[in-house]
């Protein structure tokens, strides 16, 4: 069964710094890694799909790296902002699973 | 382009009422996952439906929770006799048909508080 594990459980930095977050995952048979945001009291929106044959991705401030041979990703955000607050899941799925098991996520807060 | 829709957004119900929470997936997708995330924890599966078919009801309670996709309409997850135990945020993913590998889409979620 996929276990997701993501490092730290909370970040806190000052604005315009940059971050890496981590994640891991036991079974690196997986086709994609999706990472997600979400806001308190909110749903998930969807940042960057890795699919497996890929390194990384980019959407304008993030870059995601998947590395299936040792089964981690990170998630790098740069020149942080206060509106980047909230909390950063990652998931993947399980080998021959139709569902995508998460971490229990990265609590990141952006001091102004 | 309308995302995934669920609703309603908030649903209090007393113990051992019913509990009904919808779920209409993106337009062309035909895959829906239902996800439960109790508070201070992180989201589970519950299940995976295709028009009129559960395909993987392996992380669903074995008693009081059934869902459904029918032919027309949205999908449903009912959840009988709540009790106190039910309290969280249920989340509605889909994806395009045979597509799982483009990712999922969710739902704002559905906050159902027993009291």
């Known amino acids: 069964k996929q276990e997701v594990t993501q490092i730290p459980a909370a970040l806190s930095v000052p604005e315009g710094e940059n971050l890496v977050l981590n994640c891991s995952f036991t079974d690196s048979a997986i086709y994609n890694l999706q990472w997600f945001r979400q806001d308190p009291g909110k749903g998930l929106t969807s940042l960057l799909l890795?699919?497996?044959?890929?390194r990384e991705q980019t959407s304008g401030r993030l870059n995601a790296s998947l590395d299936k041979s040792s089964g981690r990703s990170t998630l790098y955000i740069a020149a942080s902002q206060p509106g980047d607050s909230a909390t950063y899941l990652c998931?993947?799925?399980?080998?021959?699973?139709?569902?995508?098991?998460f971490g229990t996520g990265t609590r990141l807060t952006v001091i102004p | 382009n309308a995302g995934v829709m669920q609703n309603p957004r908030h649903l209090v119900r007393r113990r051992g009422q019913e509990a009904r929470l919808r779920c209409s997936p993106m337009?062309?997708?035909?895959?829906v996952y239902w996800y439960r995330q109790l508070p201070e924890e992180g989201l589970k599966f519950m299940v995976y439906?295709?028009?009129?078919?559960?395909?993987?009801e392996s992380g669903m309670p074995k008693e009081r929770f059934s869902a459904e996709f029918p032919k027309e309409g949205p999908s449903i997850l009912r959840i009988q006799q709540v009790v106190r135990g039910d309290s969280a945020a249920y989340f509605c993913?889909?994806?395009?048909?045979?597509?799982?590998?483009?990712?999922?889409?969710f739902g704002s979620g559905t906050r159902l508080t027993v009291v």
């Open positions: 890795i699919q497996s044959s890929q």
């Open positions: 998931a993947a799925p399980g080998a021959g699973a139709n569902n995508l098991f």
């Open positions: 993913a889909s994806s395009p048909p045979g597509r799982i590998s483009y990712g999922y889409t």
């Open positions: 439906l295709q028009k009129e078919n559960i395909i993987d």
């Open positions: 337009k062309g997708h035909s895959h």
